[in-house]
């Protein structure tokens, strides 16, 4: 039995017990009311039979002395009627009392007659006339008078007794009558509260019982941590929406949303930060959607907004503003992070008919998102196929990682500008893939970026390229070489322990290894990213910053960041010719980097203006076409042999 049943039980049956008792109480109080009222009446009785004896015998006596005076017929039957008085009053003592009565009522019966007889022989004496008068006065007051005196004297004493006992009787009965008065009252008002509170607590048991139903009902159809609905809800609310489109024609959209780093944040900040997040993504996600719509959260950091009566175009309107407000920085206790969203949207009935269909379609568009980087993607038939070769590809890159000979590392060299020098090359993966033939990075990195295998590519790039240093090394050459670290690796705790296990199985020292990053990488967990930086920094590997001026920079990081190296991203350098922004950017970016004492790349140099306007800006250091694309390790050493010799850096 549950505690709050425990209760209920205990003042139930508490209440039968108190009011069976009270109804007790109070029939009690009736029965000895009843009887002390009887006794009562009886005492009372007994009293007025003494009472009549009393003023019998006073008559009689009465005539006595009257028939000696004026004798006649009318004094005898006033004496006789006195006398049958007395006898009846007697029979009502006899009847009315108790064993004293009728022993008294015998005593008095017995003096009674020798009285009668008295009074008979005085009677008798006046009959007689003046002969029996002298006889007369001697019987009465000789036996008459005694007589009547004894019997006088014990009835009114009996009669004082059985006043007295009538009036105690009396009180007793008043005093209980309160009794039961006070006890009826107080018995009714006990019933009254206690009924109140059972009414009370029978009310609150129900209203908590609702309430349970209505928290199961609740919890049920909603997640516990941000207190969205859960997939049930969602699903059962956006069968109603598609049936009502149906019905009344219209479309109704549906959005999946999936946060692009929040592993990254969950296993790096741990859980405390991940639940926050999410939490504060429900709340501007929530904020984000008009009054009819519904947010719901599906699993982990994956949501789905419900917009009825919205067609595609309309919500994918909605996707990118609701993707801009969580591309705003979340402030997580005393962390600030900022995370990107993708969003894939449908509509029904375009696209699907069913709610799973519908769910499935967003789902495809939002991993096209993800994997294009474009954000916000609209269903298309075309990703059907794309998503499953998504799957294929992660499946493929997967056995490409055991197998060994399907990836292999291209080195692209960089070269000082000021002495045309070489100061290092660059790793870039290249995948052989055995039935499709080459595959491009930008295809398969982005992909493998989404799950965790982008961090065993990586740790397969290392050991590739530091294999490669050794080789090199012992061939006589100190080629510093660069490799690119994906932002999830940046955040992956185990990062700094294997560079140093693989640094030490190749003998290679730290000055050899470059790690390029992009800034927002680090801005995704600028703590844990700034800690993972120092760390290596102070093993004594190279960093560089990647991709300048493609992500949001910041110079209070940048300044932060033990970097030492900024890469100007080849998109800018390609166009400086051409476009004064870009140009721009690039000055921006040399000046930027020298101020904060940092070497400037320029990658994406594909000719010899580029080479004239970067040396006349400044640049120290050119990677592209124009000097040698990405080629095998056994290439760039002939390269290197052909063209110059090669330096190590300062
Ligand atoms: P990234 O790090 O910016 O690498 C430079 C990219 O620019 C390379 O493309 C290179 O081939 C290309 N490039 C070099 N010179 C020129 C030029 O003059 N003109 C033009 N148009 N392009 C030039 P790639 O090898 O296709 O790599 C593309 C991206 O894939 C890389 O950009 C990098 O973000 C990623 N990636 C490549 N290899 C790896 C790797 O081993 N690990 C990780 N995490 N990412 C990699
Ligand atoms: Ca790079
Ligand atoms: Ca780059």
């Known amino acids: 039995m549950q505690r709050s049943q425990l209760r209920r039980w205990f003042a139930v049956t508490g209440l039968a017990v108190i009011m069976l008792g009270l109804t007790g109480l109070s029939v009690s109080g009736v029965a000895h009311t009843r009887s002390s009222a009887a006794a009562v009446t009886k005492v009372c009785m007994l009293a007025a039979a003494y009472d009549r004896i009393h003023d019998a015998v006073i008559t009689e006596e009465h005539s006595v002395q009257l028939y000696r005076v004026e004798p006649g017929s009318v004094v005898r039957e006033s004496h006789a009627a006195a006398s049958a008085s007395l006898q009846a009053a007697l029979r009502d003592v006899e009847r009315l009392g ?11 019966g017995a003096l009674h007659g020798q009285y009668l007889q008295a009074v008979t022989d005085v009677f008798d004496a006046v009959d007689e006339g003046a002969a029996g008068e002298r006889a ?7 036996r ?7 019997i006088n004297r014990i009835v009114q004493t009996a009669t004082v007794e059985r006043t007295e006992q009538a009036a105690r009787a009396l ?24 009924m109140t509170v059972l009414l009370v607590l029978s009310v609150g048991y129900q209203r908590r019982l609702v309430r349970q139903a209505a928290s199961s009902e609740h919890q049920a159809s909603h ?5 969205l609905p859960n997939r049930v809800l969602f699903a059962r609310r956006a069968g109603t929406a598609l049936q009502d489109a149906q019905d009344r024609g219209g479309s109704v959209s549906v959005l999946m949303l999936d946060l692009d780093r929040f592993k990254e944040v969950n296993d790096t900040l741990g859980h405390h930060y991940g639940d926050e997040l999410l939490r504060q993504v429900a709340a501007r996600t929530s904020a984000a959607v008009r009054s009819g719509d519904l947010v719901a959260r599906l699993s982990g950091d994956e949501f789905a907004i419900l917009l009825p009566q919205a067609a595609a175009q309309d919500a994918a309107r909605l996707a990118a503003r609701l993707q801009n407000d969580l591309h705003r920085s979340f402030l997580l206790d005393d962390v600030t992070v900022d995370i990107e969203a993708s969003i894939g949207v449908a509509a029904a009935p375009e696209h699907a008919t069913t709610v799973e269909a519908a769910l499935r379609c967003a789902d495809i568009a939002m991993y096209n998102a993800k994997d294009t980087k474009a954000g916000v993607a609209v269903y298309d038939a075309a990703m059907q196929v794309e998503d499953g070769s998504r799957l294929l590809l992660l499946g493929d890159l997967r056995r490409a990682l055991d197998s060994a000979d399907q990836l292999t590392l291209h080195y692209q060299p960089k070269i000082r500008l000021n002495d045309g020098q070489v100061s290092g090359a660059e790793a870039l993966v290249r995948w052989q893939h055995p039935t499709r033939g080459s595959i491009p990075p930008a295809e398969f990195i982005p992909v493998a970026e989404t799950t965790g295998l982008i961090c065993r590519l990586t740790l397969y790039v290392l050991r590739a390229a530091l294999g490669q240093v050794r080789t090199w090394l012992d061939d006589g050459l100190t080629v510093p070489v660069a490799v690119n670290l994906s932002p999830r690796c940046l ?18 020292p730290a000055s050899l290894l470059r790690l390029e990053v992009t800034e927002s990488a680090v801005m995704a967990n600028p703590a844990m990213a700034t800690a993972t930086l120092t760390e290596l920094h102070e093993l004594g590997v190279r960093l560089s910053i990647d991709d300048y001026g493609t992500g949001y920079s910041s110079m209070a990081y940048l300044k932060r960041l033990p970097v030492d190296e900024l890469k100007v991203d080849r998109t800018f350098v390609l166009h400086m010719d051409a476009d004064h922004e870009d ?14 004492g940092m070497t400037v790349v320029a990658e994406g140099v594909e000719g010899s203006a580029h080479v004239a306007a970067l040396q006349a800006l400044g640049c120290d250091i050119a ?22 010799p090669v330096t190590v850096p300062a």
Do not use: C, K
């Not at 007369?136 to 000789?142: E, F, K, L, N």
């Not at 009180?171 to 006890?183: D, H, K, S």
């Open 223 to 227: 997640d516990p941590l941000t207190g």
């Open 144 to 150: 008459a008078q005694s007589l009547f005196e004894r």
């Open 136 to 142: 007369a006065a001697a019987i009465d007051t000789g």
């Open 491 to 508: 955040l992956d705790a185990g990062l700094v322990g294997h560079v140093v296990a693989l640094l030490h199985e190749f003998d290679v």
């Open 98 to 108: 108790t064993a004293a009565d009728r022993g008294l009522a015998s005593e008095i």
């Open 171 to 194: 009180r007793e009965l008043e005093r209980v009558e309160t009794l039961a008065f006070i006890a009826t009252v107080a018995g009714f008002a006990v019933g009254l509260v206690l």
């Open 623 to 644: 990677q592209g076409y124009h000097y040698a694309r990405p080629m095998p390790a056994a290439d760039l050493s002939r390269w290197m042999h052909d063209q110059r």
């Open 583 to 596: 140009a721009a950017l690039v000055r921006g970016a040399i000046e930027l980097g020298h101020n904060l």
